[in-house]
């Protein structure tokens, strides 16, 4: 069977062999908890909690009544120290609830099972999913709940469920372990979301540089109306809207949701969390992380408490070989360099990548010679080098909203342009324009 | 495990993703060209003689001399690292005739630097490819000694002092004044009159083999070009060979109109700017009043770029048919 793709895209270096055969490994959990109200795109979560007051493993610790959000829980048992600020990946300053962890992960009486998924019906899964803190686990950190609620004035039905097991992200391995050691459990959680969106066809996306995740995935299937679709090893094969148009066909408008087009798309290890939160009613407390690069001594993946600071997980890979000239929160292609690795590990937080000088781009831009390589290559069939003259206005006419922001123009660029962080600027300003 | 000893944040680096880059950079793609057209340019000095060798010297010695000149009157950095000049300068000598004065070379690479390219706003803003500005320059300004070529001595007499300056007519003269076709061999090998690094399409086809290996140049272009030739010159009954292997028409389609910045980005618009230098070569080469077109053929097609990306722009992802452009 031949890979499905789309077209554009570009080939980095995967430099997947550094871990992708390490066993998933637990993370013991941290002293200190960090758990920031800002882990989900929508309405920034507010502390239900008060300094010095007694919280258990998985309690509530931030909510707001905003539709468009996702409540954040104690990752450990313990005492509140302190209600601070702390600074996300991205730059924001986020208030985030400090737990002073007791050490006997002391369940919260809420934890409990939401019962047999037959039974529930599309509102009670819709519910549990939000309760337990479900939000886009590939890195976008989308609220589940909202995925699988049409708005109630459109006439849109969900029809088809993928679950995103591409990883296209070089370094990256950690949803590739999830396939591996919890396929069972990605299974449950894609019936979970084909029963909450009424959805008859269920399938997970899969790069074919993962043969033994397919034939894993395929096993735990046996003959249940699931498919498991191969994918071309390429990037971005796993944004959203590019593996809905590799494996469906269909074409999200622009400026729409894959829900418009009758798709939830949802990642390997936020099929896993809901899984769990309808199996044992744990909320998202927990996600796995790969940490590598090529300074680091030895990678892995590891399973981490959402609210861990990033330095545990580079002292459990036993440090540097040598100083990193760049750290970055998730993989090279679309994550953020951070400055600090006293920042907390996020549900959203994919990975954490330290590399050489050897690996990293010089910052020099030259002018753009119009080779068309950005053209080529723009999976969302754009014209970046057009969108690159930013702040010019024309720029703006170029359809900057339609960019996902995966890179492959910078990438390929000859010029080494930052074509990428003028888009972004242009990005804003068309946005604020629309409004 | 204590990570601090290895970890200095103020020696970590920030800079917005993606974090990788695929190590193509300007420079890389400007030495590929080089390296494609050396087999051009030894057959060149090869079949016309050490003068060849000079041509291409002063030609490529006048463009790095004016890329300098005009850095240093901006105040900006030398950008003959890019390798940019250097392949102006050599694509220039190449289709200059072989035994030109060695002040024309310098002349036209001077006119295809400085105004070719710097008074448009330097690398990346040429509307024109500047070596076929030079060359059209020289055309204009000097045609008898752009019109005066050298008979190809061929298996290296020059070198026993047998050579002397004997002229002929190119292939396309001889079949437009005179009737005569030019063995088909001959062509190929490049054992004609003409340009120092046009008349050889064997060793042109090799450079050409190497930029599409390497992906430096795209398919399109050449394909469309070559094509429509070929197309034309049977609709025209004139064998289809004789047209892709006479003038300056290898050396034009694989290395002139595949020029990025004076060429379209979109792979439509390639097709159809490859058509375009394909249909006015023709045109010119039958009806004009120049025996060959590929040079006005291009600079005519560079000028049309922005209206054929406008019409050839991709269809944008979940746009509804839209196009990318506006």
Redesign the interface.
């Known amino acids: 069977m031949t890979a499905k793709t789309f077209r554009g895209g570009?080939h980095?270096?995967e430099f997947k062999e550094l871990s992708h055969g390490h066993r998933i490994e637990t993370l013991p959990a941290p002293e200190r908890a960090v758990i920031p109200m800002i882990q989900h795109m929508g309405a920034p979560c507010e502390p239900t909690v008060q300094e010095g007051e007694e919280v258990d493993l998985g309690q509530v610790v931030g909510d707001i009544d905003a539709f468009v959000s996702s409540p954040v829980h104690a990752s450990v048992s313990g005492v509140v120290e302190s209600i601070t600020e702390s600074i996300l990946p991205d730059g924001r300053k986020s208030p985030a609830v400090v737990i002073a962890a007791d050490g006997s992960d002391r369940i919260a009486d809420t934890v409990a099972p939401a019962g047999e998924l037959d039974r529930l019906t599309p509102d009670e899964i819709r519910q549990a999913v939000r309760s337990a803190g479900i939000v886009g686990m590939g890195g976008a950190a989308f609220p589940a709940h909202v995925k699988y609620s049409p708005p109630p004035d459109s006439d849109v039905s969900i029809d088809t469920v993928i679950i995103n097991g591409c990883e296209c992200e070089?370094f990256l391995t950690c949803d590739h372990r999830v396939m591996l050691e919890r396929a069972g459990e990605v299974i449950f959680g894609l019936r979970v979301i084909m029963r909450a969106c009424g959805a008859e066809r269920g399938i997970i996306g899969v790069e074919d540089n993962k043969p033994d995740a397919i034939e894993v995935l395929r096993e735990e299937i046996g003959d249940a109306p699931l498919e498991v679709v191969p994918l071309q090893t390429k990037y971005p094969e796993g944004a959203e809207?590019?593996m809905i148009?590799a494996i469906t066909g269909r074409?999200?408008?622009?400026?729409?949701l894959p829900l418009h087009v009758g798709v939830v798309v949802n990642n390997v290890s936020t099929s896993v969390a809901i899984a769990r939160a309808i199996h044992t009613g744990m909320p998202c407390i927990e996600r796995v992380v790969t940490v590598s690069g090529d300074v680091v001594e030895n990678p892995k993946n590891l399973a981490v408490r959402v609210g861990t600071p990033i330095?545990n997980l580079?002292?459990?890979v036993?440090?540097?070989?040598?100083?990193?000239?760049?750290?970055?929160s998730g993989g090279?292609?679309?994550?953020?360099?951070?400055?600090?690795?006293d920042m907390p590990i996020v549900k959203a937080s994919s990975g954490v990548v330290a590399?050489s000088e050897r690996?990293?781009?010089s910052?020099d831009e030259?002018?753009?010679?119009?080779?068309?390589?950005c053209?080529?290559v723009?999976?969302?069939?754009?014209?970046p080098?057009?969108l690159d003259v930013y702040p010019d206005e024309?720029a703006l006419?170029?359809?900057p909203l339609?960019c996902i922001?995966c890179?492959?123009c910078?990438?390929?660029?000859?010029?080494?342009r930052?074509i990428?962080?003028r888009i972004?600027l242009a990005k804003s300003e068309a946005a604020a324009r629309q409004r | 495990?204590?990570?601090d000893?290895?970890?200095?944040?103020s020696?970590?680096?920030?800079?917005?993703?993606?974090?990788?880059?695929?190590g193509?950079?300007?420079r890389?793609?400007m030495l590929d060209v080089v390296i494609a057209l050396l087999p051009a340019t030894v057959a060149g000095i090869y079949f016309f003689g050490m003068d060849a060798a000079l041509v291409t010297a002063s030609a490529i010695g006048g463009a790095l001399a004016t890329e300098a000149g005009i850095a240093r009157l901006r105040g900006e950095p030398i950008s003959i690292r890019?390798g940019?000049a250097l392949v102006t300068g050599l694509l220039l000598a190449l289709c200059l005739p072989p035994g030109v004065p060695l002040w024309l070379p310098v002349v036209g690479a001077i006119f295809a630097i400085a105004v070719g390219k710097a008074l448009f706003g330097?690398?990346?803003?040429n509307i024109f490819n500047p070596a076929l500005v030079g060359r059209a320059f020289l055309v204009a300004s000097f045609p008898t000694l752009m019109t005066t070529w050298r008979w190809p001595v061929g298996s290296g007499d020059w070198m026993a002092g047998e050579f002397d300056a004997l002229s002929t007519a190119t292939p396309l003269d001889l079949l437009r004044y005179e009737g005569v076709m030019t063995p088909l061999t001959d062509l190929f090998v490049g054992r004609v009159g003409g340009s120092l690094g046009e008349t050889s399409v064997l060793a042109l086809l090799l450079g050409a083999a190497y930029l599409l290996a390497r992906g430096v140049i795209?398919w399109r272009i050449p394909t469309a070009y070559l094509g429509t030739v070929a197309v034309l010159a049977g609709l025209f009954g004139v064998n289809p060979l004789f047209h892709l292997f006479a003038g300056s028409l290898m050396l034009g389609a694989f290395y002139m109109a595949t020029d990025?910045?004076s060429?379209?980005?979109?792979?439509g618009g390639?097709v159809v700017f490859g058509i375009g230098c394909g249909v006015l070569t023709m045109l010119i080469r039958i009806y004009g009043g120049y025996p060959e077109g590929v040079t006005f053929a291009i600079l005519l097609m560079n000028a049309a770029v922005p209206l054929i990306?406008r019409f050839t722009?991709?269809?944008?992802?979940?746009?509804?048919g839209e196009s990318?452009?506006?």
């Open positions: 570009v980095p270096p070089p809207k590019q148009l074409e999200v408008p622009s400026g729409g330095r580079l002292e459990a036993g440090g540097f070989s040598e100083p990193p000239a760049r750290i970055i090279p292609m679309m994550g953020l360099a951070i400055y600090d690795v590399l690996l990293i781009p910052p030259q002018p753009c010679i119009r080779c068309g390589r053209v080529d723009c999976p969302s069939f754009l014209m080098l057009y024309s006419d170029y359809h339609d922001e890179g492959s910078v990438y390929a660029c000859p010029a080494n930052q990428l962080a972004r | 495990m204590n990570i000893q290895h970890l200095d944040p020696g970590l680096s920030l800079a917005p993703s993606p974090h990788f880059r695929n193509i950079t300007v890389s793609l890019d940019s330097g690398l990346g803003m795209d990025y910045v060429g379209a980005v979109t792979p390639r990306e722009a991709p269809r944008r992802l979940g746009g509804g990318s452009a506006h």
